[in-house]
T-cell receptor
Framework: AQKITQTQPGMFVQEKEAVTLDCTYD???????LFWYKQPSSGEMIFLIY??????QNATEGRYSLNFQKARKSANLVISASQLGDSAMYFC??????????FGKGTMLLVSP | DGGITQSPKYLFRKEGQNVTLSCEQN?????MYWYRQDPGQGLRLIYY???????QKGDIAEGYSVSREKKESFPLTVTSAQKNPTAFYLC?????????????FGEGSRLTVL
């Protein structure tokens, strides 16, 4: 069965600094997708970034980039120039060819002024 | 605007009562999903449906039931058989794009059993 591991329950970062949120995954399926979602205290899940298993380049979306290291089975999220509004839970997730999404337990990010 | 609507946002029920959470989408997505989230935890899949009149159990289906009579609607019933129903429930939908299919989420329903 596929598995997503986020080893950091919480992270602190100062405003304007960069932060890396760790994610490792485990699957034997050669075709998979990796996602990061942000969940603010209001509860909704906000899509941030996607990386396909066959993508050669790391995905980037504005201040978000995904450091995809296929051999290590890691998909870390890098947030550059942190903002106070980035404080939230962040979930790494993986989908396989059956379209179901498996989530990690999340990392709580707190950005301080 | 296109999106997913969940209702109610907050729900209280007494032990032994069934309750139904509504999920409607106007994105023309084939697949719909229900996830449960407990405090400090990730999301766990309850049920999903990839076509009308068909659905599959997820990882924690016991004590829950669903129906998919219309493409737009995927209601979840939390039955009295669910031993710990207090949780945050999220509905999602996606195109059937396999490993590249992004899930779009509703705003969630918070169920509290008194």
């Amino acid at each position: 069965a596929q598995k997503i591991t986020q080893t950091q329950p919480g992270m602190f970062v100062q405003e304007k600094e960069a932060v890396t949120l760790d994610c490792t995954y485990d699957t034997s399926d050669p075709s998979y997708g990796l996602f990061w979602y942000k969940q603010p205290s209001s509860g909704e899940m906000i899509f941030l970034i996607y990386q396909g298993s066959y993508d050669q380049q790391n995905a980037t979306e504005g201040r978000y980039s995904l450091n995809f290291q296929k051999a290590r089975k890691s998909a870390n999220l890098v947030i550059s120039a942190s903002q106070l509004g980035d404080s939230a839970m962040y979930f790494c997730a993986m989908t396989l060819s059956d379209s179901t999404l498996t989530f990690g337990k999340g990392t709580m990010l707190l950005v301080s002024p | 605007d296109g999106g997913i609507t969940q209702s109610p946002k907050y729900l209280f029920r007494k032990e032994g009562q069934n309750v139904t959470l509504s999920c409607e989408q106007n994105l023309n997505h084939d697949a719909m999903y229900w996830y449960r989230q407990d405090p400090g935890q990730g999301l766990r899949l309850i049920y999903y449906s990839q076509i009308v009149n068909d659905f599959q159990k997820g990882d924690i289906a016991e004590g829950y039931s669903v129906s998919r009579e219309k493409k737009e609607s995927f209601p979840l019933t939390v039955t009295s058989a669910q031993k710990n129903p207090t949780a945050f429930y999220l509905c999602a939908s996606s195109t059937l794009a396999g490993a590249s299919g992004e899930l779009f989420f509703g705003e969630g329903s918070r169920l509290t059993v008194l």
